[in-house]
């Protein structure tokens, strides 16, 4: 029960590495695209998509054969994010949920039998699963927000509270819960509990955002005297800080990752559009202003893209990354919205037609400046880690030492 991101993974070659996008890209052009539209109609979970992709290895990147995985390494993992997002952004939500957040965080802290009945499901998308950390107080206020607790009684531990903005909850079969086990002891008073959702006392409420679309269902949690046992626990009692930090640094690789994957989609729908829209006599690609925020596109993708491999190629040597996660993260979701905001532009009143996904780009574009922590908050730990105030690092360090 510790943490292991510092462990080096065996990375894939560079053959492999492409040989994966290949087949990740076509899956989206051939598979999700395709069907996107009638899936939003219909507003149905898309649980089959999440099986074939586990089919194909997408989900068991950083996770050794024998647990089901390939073990390509966090390079892997970061452009199958990548893909994703560009096929279509709420189906790259799996990326967090299926392949980094929640089976790591079992892998990382979990008891061998929980490792073993949870995580081959998990990236296999053959078992759903949730992360549970905020509450409807807070969102980048982790601590100071939880009400959520879980009071010992003989074996188990009895939890009530809520949470809110919970993906995927409604449909998952097991949620990672972070509740108080010791209110008057801040941070080392967190507990992260295993939750079957099947569990009494557990209620999924889905929160309708329809401007994010149908398929990456959000929810509110409402806990009553769910009764928990006491094996159930990830880590040990009062570790749940870490937990939570340790989960972080590998969501905000994943975030980042899927922000560059949209900016990727809005940079070439984009160009696209402005090579066959005419206007004035002109391809609207000619205008000045056009091939202004095409260029800006483009440098700034190509930036985002080094941070975002920098970051993984670190988690995959071995080497504490949490610096390098929070910058590409926040650096990536700056470009995402900023490309977002541009093709939403270019398009013009045809960036609000159903029949295309931009304004489905713009919503999930900033979206994704607030997932895994704000783009504010990533500002905030990149300026007192430079300024020598608070090391990013000091979490991860306490972790490896625990």
């Given amino acids: 029960m510790n943490d292991e991101s510092s462990s080096p993974t065996s990375p894939a070659s560079a053959e492999e590495l492409a040989a994966l996008r290949d087949v990740i890209r076509k899956f989206g052009r051939e598979t999700i695209r395709p069907q996107i539209f009638a899936l939003e109609e219909t507003g149905e979970f898309p649980r089959e998509l999440y099986q074939e992709l586990g089919a194909l290895g997408a989900f068991g990147c950083i996770f050794p054969e024998d647990q089901g995985g390939s073990n390509m390494g966090f390079e892997a993992l970061a452009l199958v994010a990548e893909e994703l997002a560009y096929a279509y952004p709420p189906i790259s939500a799996a990326m967090n949920l299926q392949a980094a ?43 100071g927000a939880m009400r959520t607790t879980a009071v010992k009684d003989g074996d188990d531990y009895i939890i009530n509270g809520s949470k809110m903005w919970i993906t995927n909850a409604n449909v998952a079969d097991v949620v990672i819960v972070f509740c108080k086990t010791d209110t008057s002891a801040k941070h080392k008073g967190v507990s992260a509990f295993l939750v079957d959702t099947k569990t009494p006392g557990f209620e999924a409420s889905r929160v309708k955002c329809r401007v994010l679309g149908s398929l990456m269902p959000t929810n509110s949690l409402t806990f009553t005297d769910m009764r928990v046992p ?173």
Avoid at 376 to 394: E, F, T, V, Y
């Fill in 101 to 143: 957040t929640v089976p790591l965080t079992i892998k990382n802290w979990g008891r061998p039998d929980q490792v073993d009945k949870y995580v081959p499901g998990l990236i296999a998308g053959q078992v759903l699963g949730s992360n549970a950390m905020t509450e409807p107080d807070g969102g980048t206020d982790l601590l």
């Fill in 230 to 402: 006491a094996d159930r626990m990830l880590g040990n009692e009062g570790e749940g800080f870490k937990v939570a930090m340790n989960a972080m640094d590998f969501g905000r690789l994943v975030v980042a990752s899927r922000s560059l994957g949209l900016a990727r989609a809005c940079l070439d729908a984009s160009v696209e559009y402005a090579d066959l829209r005419t206007a004035f006599g002109e391809k609207i690609g000619s205008f000045q202003m056009i091939k202004h925020q095409i260029a800006d596109m483009t440098a700034e993708v190509a930036a985002a893209t080094e941070l975002v491999y920098k970051a993984a190629r670190m988690f995959d040597s071995g080497t504490v990354a949490t610096r390098e996660a929070a910058i590409a993260k926040y650096f990536a979701g700056e470009v995402c919205n900023r490309a977002a905001q541009a093709t939403t532009e270019i398009f013009g009143g045809y960036a609000f037609s159903d029949e295309l996904p931009i304004s489905i780009y713009l919503n999930y574009a900033k979206l994704w400046q607030t997932g895994e922590g704000s783009a504010n908050l990533q500002r905030i730990l990149i300026a007192d880690d430079a300024l020598g105030w608070k090391p990013m690092d000091r979490h991860r360090k306490a972790t490896a030492n625990a």
